[in-house]
Structure formats: C-alpha cells, structure tokens
C-alpha cells in the first residue's frame, strides 16, 4: 500500500468532497475510462422492451449463489409487470407464484445440507408485505436467527455473496429482507402527516421498523441478531431503540447517519412526496479498490449516494470544530429540496432508463465478473423501474449533503439501555419462548454493537469511533447504577472494524473477509447465549 503523510489510516482522511465529479478534480485523477452511460442507445430501448421482470432478475442474481444453481423465487412482487419473456433459468411466471424451496445436500453442497426460500410475507393494511429470502441448514435445530437490511433503493440480491458464506454456521437461519416500498417489497402510497420537523423524522423512520417488527412477530422469532448496510444500518438503530429486548446483537456496515451537521438538523424539510440521491451514479468501483497502480486507494471510495467525512481525528481528541461545509451544487439542492429521485428520473425516462441506470451500475460493480455485473445491472433497473414508495422518506430522514437530521450520534448510546416490555406486553407480541430470566429485568442490560467500514468507505468512519465511544461510556454510566441482576447479565460492548480493500458497499466489495467477521460475530454470539442461558 503506498504511504502518505495524512491519509494511511481511514479514520483519519479529511473531509472528502460531495461529487465524484468534485474528488477527482481535487485529486487530479485520470478521466473516465468509459462514457457516463456505456449502455447504448439500441441497447437500452431493448433492456426497455424486454421489460425483465424484478423476480426474473433477482432470481439471476440468486443464481450466482455458491452451491445453489436454481434458486427459489416466488413470482409476487411489487408494481412491474411480470416479463413476457422467459428466464434462462426456471422460473414459475405465475404472478401469485409461491416458490418451492430449493434443498441441497452433501453431495452437491460440501457445506450443506441446506434449504433456501423465497416468500412474501403479508402484513396488515392494505398493500404492505416484505419480499423474504431465507437459508437454514437442514437437521440442524434453529438457535439463532439473522436479518440482514439493504441500503436506500437497493435489495436483498445485493447480498448473493454473503448468503452462502454466513449459512456454513452451525445453528444459524439467515433471512434478507426487503424494506418496505423498495426492493421486491410492497409499494404502498408514502406519506406524512406530521406538521414538525420531529414528527415526520419519527414517521419516516416507523414506515420500516414498524414493518419489521411486525414480520418479527408473524415470524414468532423472539431475539435476532440485525445486520444493517448504510440506510439499513441507520434503520437497525432505530429498531433497536424502538422496540427493545428483541436483539442479541447490531451490526452496521457503514451506516448512513452518524455523525451530527448543524445544517442539517436545522435544514427545511420537504413537502412533496418524492426524495432525491445522485451520487451513486457517478464511481468507478473497480478503480475504487485497486488503483492504476495495483495499490489500494486511500483517498475515499466515493461509494453511494451523497455523503461528506467529518476529520477523525477531532472526534478522537473529543474536538468540536464543525466540518467544513463543501458547497453543494445547485442542481442537486433543488432536485433534494424538490424531492426528484434518480429512480424517478430512470422511470420517466422510458426506452433511456436503463442507459441512465448504467451509469451506476457499470460503476458500482465493475470489479465483478461480467455475468454478475450484467445480471446486477438487470436486477437493480428492474427495482429502479417500480412504483415509486419508500424511496421518498430520504429526503426526510437525511438533508442535503446526507448528514441526518436526527443525528444517530445522539442516539446511539440508548441502543441496548431501553426500558424492558412487561411479560404481559411481550407474550402478547410473540408466541416464542423468551430466554429465562431476561424478562424479569426492568430495562435492557446492554447488547454488542458492531460497526463496520470499508479501509476506503466514503462514509465518516470516525463516527463510527465516535459511537462505540458513545457506547462504552453510557455502559461505564449503567454499571455505577446498576443491581446485581443487571450486572450478572451486562452484555454491553462496541467495536470498529475495517475490511480491506473495500469502499462503503463492503458487504460486496471485500465480500471474503466480512464473511469471515461476520462468521465469527456469529459464533461468538451463538457461545454468548449458551453461557447466558447456563448461569439462569
């Protein structure tokens, strides 16, 4: 790796500036090696008329899953027509299509046996239901249970190369969700009715985490384990400090939504339905990793969409000097402010959509296998294509420039401190049996919290430092206070890890080793309960 004077560490580069456009310049980088939109135009008008449905697409995504070969997909999804096309692979085109699961063994699955799924699971009102992919290992009994969230606009597919690695755990059913309005989820009408600004956070906020919780409960899973990326992340916390008691452990791969900016706590809210994001259309994620050199960059991965670094080292030295303010192009303030989403643009755009789409996607994933990135390229404009939902809570949630205007820096600390449900309230919520003992506490003792960050994430590592700062210290503050019950069951700890050659997508960029970590998070939790368990 070459050395610099100031930017080695990821948690100590500077600010980066918001456009990609921006960090070159300021870098003096190389031009582009391709046009913005490599999709040509012949190209595009036929991806257009072939109208490839999101099941066929994800269903080619899941086929690139180790050991699988013909994954499950069920055929009910969100607004777009099923294509009339037929998959490459098998694929029921039935639209109320319910998939079969797909059961592998030692032979074919050195790994193995296990069993995947795909299902639709309904929930109350009208319109709401969670796209669900599952894998759990056969003749094994199911002791913990892991939820994985996807980032803004994006969907479960996006984790094909984690699904195989984090299933080898013994003991472990892994489920991947689409929230609510994205994904092959549900798309119901977004919308706000609060009048103050606190008001439409918490009802931007709730439209997901009230979906999971109510999923948790149809599920009967009592305690899980969540694993969030980046707006998933920022929604993971949220959970947690909503609806205490149901985690064994939080996982954030780079979430969006640490650290705290005064504009954007103090920026005007939007009115219209619609939200905005620009800057995932403008990296070269293969160039991200690996520069022209063969060394690894260390200058940010300009990974998704509009964020700007807060300097680590005044977080770690506790400093309060505000981050410099880089100014924000007027066309993006307008289209945030205006509420305009790129998906909205790709979605206007008809026979060009998927031209505007490959200038995200040739980027994002280039460093893939060609198969793989055409097939991401398809999966993401089939989801870029639907019904516009819950892509219109960001402008809500995040203000431009992506810091969040309900800073998780503030919040943070609560997450495993909660006051407990009575057993009334939890038994009323969930058939499953609680872990003995946990119950009887009046409030939550604490729970592990991961934080993640690609060695180039764009995302402010050092509030992910701040955090687990955060964490520790209201831990140190619970213990002062806390009775021999709650000290028995202290569970309460946080850390920061980096993977290695990998930006803010670091779930897929540096998928080997955070498989790995995330293996050994999941048997360290696994040990975790046992000995807990032992000494009720």
Known sequence: MTSSASSDSPAERPQQPML???????????????????LGYKAAVGQWWASMSP???????????PYLQKPPTHTQTGSAPVSAHQSSSSLNADPAGEARPVRTNSINDPYGPRAWYSNLIQ????????????????????????????????????????????SRVKGWKIYALDMLGMGRSSRPPFKVHAKDQAGKIAEAENWFIDALEEWRVLKKIDKFTLLGHSMGGYMAVAYALKYPGHLNKLILASPVGIPEDPYAVQADMPEPEESSMANEFTQDQEDDIVNTSGNL?????????????????????????????RPIPKWLSYLWDANISPFSVVRWSGPLGPRFASGWTSRRFSHLPVQESEALHDYAYSLFRQRGSGEYALAYILAPGAFARSPLIRRIHGVGRQPLPSAAQSSASTSSTPVSGLKALAKETGIPVVLMYGENDWMDIAGGYAAEQKLKEEKAKALKTATADEKKNENGSAKVVIIQKAGHHLYLDGWEQFNEVMREEMEETKRHTKKFRSVQ
């Open 123 to 166: 929930l109350s009102g009208k319109g709401r239901a969670l796209n669900e992919f599952s894998v759990e290992r056969v003749g094994e009994d199911v002791e913990e249970n892991m939820v994985m969230l996807h980032g803004y606009g994006a969907g479960l597919g996006f984790f094909y190369k984690n699904f195989e690695g984090m």
């Open 20 to 38: 990609a456009s921006q960090r070159a310049k300021q870098a003096n980088n190389d031009p582009p090696k391709f046009a913005f939109f490599p």
């Open 297 to 325: 960059k260390t200058n940010g991965d300009n990974n998704n969409f509009l964020n700007a670094k807060s300097k680590a080292d005044a977080a770690k030295t506790g400093g309060a000097k505000t981050p410099t303010r």
């Open 55 to 65: 099941a066929v697409a994800e269903h080619n995504v899941m086929s690139f899953v």
